[in-house]
């Protein structure tokens, strides 16, 4: 199955900005192969998707995050970014990268922490 490694987390003010980072494993060639979400979890919360793109290049976002969040891939790197914007205390999670629509269970990562905080 395909690993994924996110990275690019921290603490960050309100309204500040955060860019991640999700490498896929190489088995699986190049990135452009499959369709990546970035998900979220917030403490108490389900796992929920945050923006995803599929193979062609198209972009899906929650409601909560249009606007403010941007999810690219970078084949060179075989990675999918996730630029986000704006940030409120709301954001605060949690977030991984799987397949979508369909998640992996096996490849979720240790994911990457972001805190929106004063």
């Known amino acids: 199955q395909v690993q994924f490694v996110e990275s690019g987390g921290g603490l960050v003010q309100p309204g500040g900005s955060l860019a991640l980072s999700c490498v896929a494993s190489e088995n699986i060639g190049s990135i452009n192969r499959i369709a990546v979400g970035w998900f979220r979890q917030a403490p108490g919360g389900q796992r929920e998707l945050a923006a995803a793109?599929?193979?062609?290049?198209?972009?899906k976002y929650a409601d909560s995050v249009k606007g403010r969040f941007t999810i690219s891939k970078d084949i060179t790197k075989n990675a999918v970014n996730l630029q986000m914007n704006n940030l409120k205390p709301e954001d605060t999670a949690v977030y991984y990268c799987?397949?979508?629509?369909?998640?992996?269970?096996?490849?979720w990562g240790r994911g990457t922490q972001v805190t929106v905080s004063s």
């Open positions: 799987n397949s979508w629509p369909f998640p992996d269970v096996a490849s």
């Open positions: 793109i599929t193979q062609a290049g198209r972009t």
